[in-house]
């Protein structure tokens, strides 16, 4: 269970190549957070996150992607090669975490926070899938969660709406 009284700022994750980042490095943009995995049938929406973010990274948002092999294994790569298996097939450009679990009793202090903020399906706070996306406004509130079937695409205009905000 996360803190209360912690805010989206106040974590801490490792990058794909092992740097401490400070999540408040983040602060005043509008960001997607997504659990993320190379042989998933969602694998494909790396494609429109990409196009998200190259549309709007000018404009204050960003993408957290945060590797998971807690869905039937479907990220069984080390971090070196998920980095490769990210910009070869779809030139990811945007952040590329270690990998986590999102669920369980090793899940990272991010996603407990993510998961009490905004449940799921029938007020679940697991996550349910690869490609649960979490959308956090300029202020760290995170405004809503989004299920794997939900195309990035589908996102925009809520982001939009988001990086509109004063």
């Known amino acids: 269970m996360s803190d ?7 974590f801490n994750a490792t990058s794909i190549i092992g740097e401490n980042i400070s999540i408040s490095k983040y ?3 509008v960001v997607l957070i997504v659990n993320v995995a190379s042989k998933c049938g969602f694998t ?3 494609e429109g996150l990409q ?3 190259e549309d709007h990274k000018d404009n204050n948002f960003t993408i ?4 998971c092999n807690q869905f039937k294994e479907q990220e069984p790569a080390d971090h070196k090669e998920i980095q490769n298996f990210c910009k070869t097939n779809y030139n990811i450009s945007f952040p590329l975490f270690e990998k986590i679990d999102v669920n369980g009793e090793n899940t990272h202090p ?4 993510l ?3 905004v449940t799921g399906l029938m ?3 697991s996550i349910k899938w690869n490609f649960t996306k979490f959308l956090v406004n300029k202020n760290g509130k995170v405004i809503e969660r989004y299920g794997s079937t939900t195309k990035p695409k589908d996102i925009e205009e809520d982001i939009l709406k988001l990086l509109k905000e004063k």
């Open 4 to 10: 209360k009284t912690q805010t989206f700022y106040d």
């Open 27 to 29: 602060k005043g943009k």
């Open 44 to 46: 494909p929406q790396y």
């Open 51 to 53: 196009k998200l973010y």
């Open 64 to 67: 957290l992607a945060f590797p």
């Open 110 to 113: 991010l996603y407990e926070f």
């Open 115 to 117: 998961k009490s903020e």
């Open 123 to 125: 007020w679940s706070e």
